[in-house]
């Protein structure tokens, strides 16, 4: 097996289309054709990196180090890992991860992993939020106040939550704020954050509403897997960073 790393900008169409396969194939899911030139193309941050391992001229696993800035420092969080079934336990996890990490170098990275891949992002270093394992459910009008602000460009801003193709997204205004919300379920609705800038996004006015944020003001219902990191400062993560809603 033979394992590369590359950036976004490298990849060509082909290339693009055994990725997505293999993605496919290992989650069997189906994915909007467009999906990848969406998410790491099209990506105002900039480039991603990508793990990728090749058997036979197969690709057979994938890795993404999905470029997602946190307050203006270069970041990357943890997405999108595939691995066909026939290859799985083979220690593939471990192989992808020490590559990217010579790659990323000292580099911010973040994730949300599962309860199956965190015990070993916690081997190669990674280390839990303290806090962050718990979702909040308040009055929309008491959770507003601790909302996190996203502080992002308006180009960002729309590619992440206007231009979504695998989740949708609504909005909230109250004076010079406009809260940004995904649906739980596609009947929950979670407040992510809010913004200095009006999106193109369906109005919603909940009454009550729910929140994975660490300093949101609310009552913990339940216990969810943390957030983990690993770079040099402690860093307090805000939920809409994360490719989960």
């Given at each position: 097996?033979?394992?590369?790393?590359?950036?976004?900008?490298?990849?060509?169409?082909?290339l693009?289309?055994?990725?997505?396969?293999?993605?496919?194939?290992?989650?069997?899911?189906?994915?909007?054709?467009?999906?990848?030139?969406?998410?790491?193309?099209?990506?105002?941050?900039?480039?991603?990196?990508?793990?990728?391992v090749i058997?036979?001229?197969?690709?057979?696993?994938?890795r993404?180090?999905?470029?997602?800035?946190?307050?203006?420092?270069?970041?990357?969080?943890?997405?999108d890992?595939?691995?066909?079934?026939?290859y799985?336990?083979?220690g593939?996890?471990?192989?992808?991860?020490?590559?990217?990490?010579?790659?990323?170098?000292?580099?911010?990275?973040?994730?949300?992993?599962?309860?199956?891949?965190?015990?070993?992002?916690l081997?190669?270093?990674?280390?839990?939020?303290?806090?962050?394992?718990?979702?909040?459910?308040?009055?929309?009008?008491?959770?507003?106040?601790?909302?996190?602000?996203i502080?992002?460009?308006?180009?960002?801003?729309?590619w992440?939550?206007?231009?979504?193709?695998?989740?949708?997204?609504?909005?909230?205004?109250?004076?010079?704020?406009?809260?940004?919300?995904g649906?739980?379920?596609?009947?929950?609705?979670?407040?992510?954050?809010?913004?200095e800038?009006?999106?193109?996004?369906?109005?919603?006015?909940?009454?009550?509403?729910?929140?994975?944020?660490?300093?949101?003001?609310?009552?913990?219902?339940?216990?969810?897997?943390?957030?983990m990191?690993?770079?040099?400062?402690?860093?307090?993560?805000?939920?809409?960073?994360?490719?989960?809603?």
């Open positions: 097996m033979e394992i590369i790393s590359i950036y976004t900008s490298e990849i060509d169409k082909d693009e289309e055994q990725i997505m396969k293999c993605f496919n194939i290992t989650f069997s899911e189906n994915k909007p054709s467009n999906y990848f030139k969406w998410k790491y193309k099209d990506n105002p941050f900039g480039d991603s990196l990508h793990v990728i058997d036979n001229n197969q690709v057979i696993a994938t993404v180090f999905w470029r997602l800035d946190i307050n203006g420092v270069e970041s990357y969080q943890c997405v890992t595939s691995v066909l079934p026939e799985q336990g083979k593939i996890f471990g192989k992808t991860v020490r590559t990217a990490l010579e790659q990323i170098g000292d580099k911010q990275i973040y994730n949300y992993p599962n309860e199956n891949s965190a015990p070993a992002y081997k190669y270093g990674w280390k839990p939020i303290e806090n962050s394992n718990c979702i909040k459910f308040n009055l929309k009008l008491l959770l507003l106040p601790s909302s996190p602000k502080d992002w460009t308006k180009k960002q801003l729309e992440r939550f206007e231009n979504c193709l695998i989740s949708k997204y609504y909005q909230y205004n109250d004076g010079d704020r406009y809260y940004i919300f649906l739980r379920r596609e009947k929950w609705p979670v407040l992510l954050g809010y913004s800038f009006s999106l193109n996004l369906e109005y919603i006015n909940p009454l009550f509403c729910f929140s994975y944020d660490v300093n949101s003001k609310g009552i913990c219902i339940r216990k969810k897997l943390i957030y990191y690993k770079f040099k400062n402690e860093l307090n993560l805000k939920s809409y960073l994360f490719d989960m809603i």
